[in-house]
């Protein structure tokens, strides 16, 4: 009997434990003061607020050395293109060709609307950042890749929709 609960014991350790170094999600907004390079991250309006509260990193692995190391992030943001596809084509079934600033306006509706819902499309990505020991703990480094990863990468959803535009022209 002791035996039996000594290893249902031994084996309940092992498990929580293997429970305890499994990475988690971390939402960007709450996290800021833990990536260095993102003290000034602070969006503006309802659109960018909206997106990113829905933006989430999960640190996957770190290669040290010493105190400082390579960090392989995944980061999950709301999937823009999809998103703006899809509102514009619903503001155009619902309102028409309408004036621009009407079907404008009706697109950011339905993008806001998405934005807020409890789930929306998403997009991840994987991205290779610094690291530094602190403490504990560690603060990842931000970079230029992770700074247009966690802006849903707009640079290149502005280019997609546009190369869609001229091709549709031709």
């Known amino acids: 009997m002791k ?3 000594l290893a249902l014991a031994i084996i309940l ?5 293997a429970c305890g170094h499994k990475s988690k999600q971390i939402k960007l907004v709450d996290a800021v003061d833990q990536i260095r390079g993102m003290e000034d991250y602070a969006p503006v309006g309802d659109l960018p607020r909206a997106f990113s509260e829905k933006v989430v ?3 996957l692995s770190i290669s040290w050395n010493g105190d400082s190391g ?3 992030v995944k980061v999950t943001t709301p999937d823009l293109k999809q998103i703006i596809s899809n509102s514009i084509k619903k503001a155009i079934d619902e ?3 309408e004036e621009y600033n009407v079907l404008l306006d009706a697109v950011k509706e339905n993008i806001q609307a998405v934005l807020n819902a409890r789930k929306c499309p998403t997009f991840e990505s994987t991205v290779e950042m610094g690291a530094e020991k602190a403490g504990e703990s560690y603060v990842l480094i931000s970079n230029e ?3 247009k990863i966690i802006q849903g990468n707009l640079e290149e959803v ?4 546009l190369k869609e535009q001229m ?3 031709q």
Request: proline share 0%.
């Open 13 to 17: 350790v092992f498990v929580l434990s």
């Open 158 to 161: 502005f280019l997609s929709a």
């Open 95 to 97: 309102r028409g060709t």
């Open 145 to 147: 890749e992770f700074r």
């Open 57 to 59: 990193y999960e640190v």
């Open 3 to 5: 035996r039996t609960v």
């Open 70 to 72: 390579i960090a392989k």
């Open 167 to 169: 091709s549709e022209g």
